[in-house]
């Protein structure tokens, strides 16, 4: 299926971002591909200028995790996980009742530094990714820093993290490889290898386009990692793909990402099969609005559900210049 199979009809709004409400061109699409909600841009949740934390002006990489069930006491009912990109980046945290906000952000951010002796020392941190694991009943952090290792800790209250280990690095992978970075790790069997997790991330080498790397493990620590890419930029057009999130849905996993083409960009979606084996690129998941905040670009998206209700907490505008947005989703769907 060709990326244009879709059609979109794009009006835009006049506005401009606001820390919970904003304004955006309105997408009209059909259903969304594999059957999944169809989401429509409700408002913005976090802009760079209106936290106390800081230090680059720009923030990326939303992780929205629902805690109420899971965790004593929790700061909200859900914990969203962001951070700066630049240096020195910062793991960071923000905390709501409900998907559609407000958030706020928790005081003593950054809760991880691109300092932590005597594990590393680094120019950033970022691209928070959150599981929870259930075996082990903690939140597992995984993220980057450099943009070669990403790297895991660990929390009993998704707040104070304890260090774990390096997960993924370029050593782990084919010569030539540059970054191995914007990890998202999911809870997902695949028998055949003996894994109970996958994880997808953006991999680039010295011919400088990202695609979608991929691997398996049985316990979330020690991975196997593909040495061919899962998503080829070039299969679906684009210059550059990243911020992969796992979708499941009627026995067979989808993979949505970002895309660029050298100027703003739409979230695709490919089928992988629920063994990982297909490669069906479906088209657009989701197209950007042409309006504040998205302006041409939507990335890294992380889902939710709130009272029975889909969500996608997102990356909307210029990269490194962005703010954090919310969409909502028209139909259920049976999304993690």
Known sequence: ?????????????????????????????????????????????????????????????????????KLSNPLGRYYLYYAPHDSPGGICLAHGDSLEGPFTEYAGNPI???????????????????????????????????????????????????????????AMMPAGTTETSYARVFRHDLPARGARYVMLFMWNTTANHRDIGWGWSADGRNWQFAQQPLIDHAAVGAVNVGGPHLLTRGGSAYVVYNTDKGSGGDILITEVGRDFSRRDHLGVFYASGTAAPENGRAASPSFGTDGGVPYMVYEAGERLSGSIALARGTVTGSVR
Request: proline share 5%; charged share 20%.
């Open 1 to 69: 299926m060709t990326l244009d199979r879709r059609l979109f009809l794009r009006t835009a709004t006049a506005g401009g971002a606001l820390l919970a409400l904003g304004a955006q061109g309105t997408t009209t699409a059909s259903a969304a591909p594999g059957g999944f909600p169809d989401y429509r841009y409700v408002r913005t949740l976090l802009t760079p200028e209106r936290l106390s934390y800081n230090p680059t002006g720009e923030i990326i990489f939303p992780c929205i995790r629902g805690v109420y069930d």
């Open 112 to 170: 991880v530094t691109d300092d932590w002796s005597p594990h590393y020392k680094v120019s950033h941190v970022s691209s928070p990714h959150v599981l929870w694991n259930a075996d082990a009943r903690e939140l597992w952090l995984y993220f980057h820093g450099e943009n070669t290792t990403t790297r895991l800790a660990r929390s009993k209250d998704g707040v104070h993290f304890t260090y774990d280990r390096t997960v993924l690095s370029t």
